[in-house]
């Protein structure tokens, strides 16, 4: 009787670390994650006000021009480039009198 009292007692230690031990894990991969993600969440910003700086100084120099519905064109060597939100076309400067044509008609 007192045995399966004993084996009874460790059962419910052992449940009790068992729930301790995944309470400490769990907090523990909390901490970490929240801690990533103010990483990810500064260097999105760092990021953003990079490329906030980098397309400022790009259009006082005239190699890029913003047009509304985030439509950007740039220019590069003897590349126009000219971006949107999922699509990028790149012309070369020999095709541009066509591009004119075709928008003229």
């Given at each position: 009787m007192m045995r399966d009292d004993l084996n009874q007692k460790k059962r419910i230690m052992q449940r009790e670390i068992l729930i301790f031990a995944t309470v400490v894990?769990?907090?523990?991969?909390?901490?970490?994650?929240?801690?990533?993600?103010?990483?990810?969440?500064?260097?999105?910003?760092?990021?953003?006000?990079?490329?906030?700086?980098?397309?400022n100084l790009l259009m006082k120099d005239g190699h890029l021009v913003k047009l509304g519905n985030g439509v950007t064109l740039s220019r590069s060597a003897d590349l126009i480039i000219i971006n949107q939100y999922e699509s990028t076309i790149i012309l070369n400067n020999e095709d541009i009198d066509e591009v004119v044509a075709f928008l003229e008609d």
């Open positions: 894990i769990v907090a523990l991969f909390m901490t970490i994650h929240n801690r990533n993600q103010n990483d990810l969440s500064q260097r999105e910003l760092q990021f953003s006000e990079h490329k906030a700086n980098r397309d």
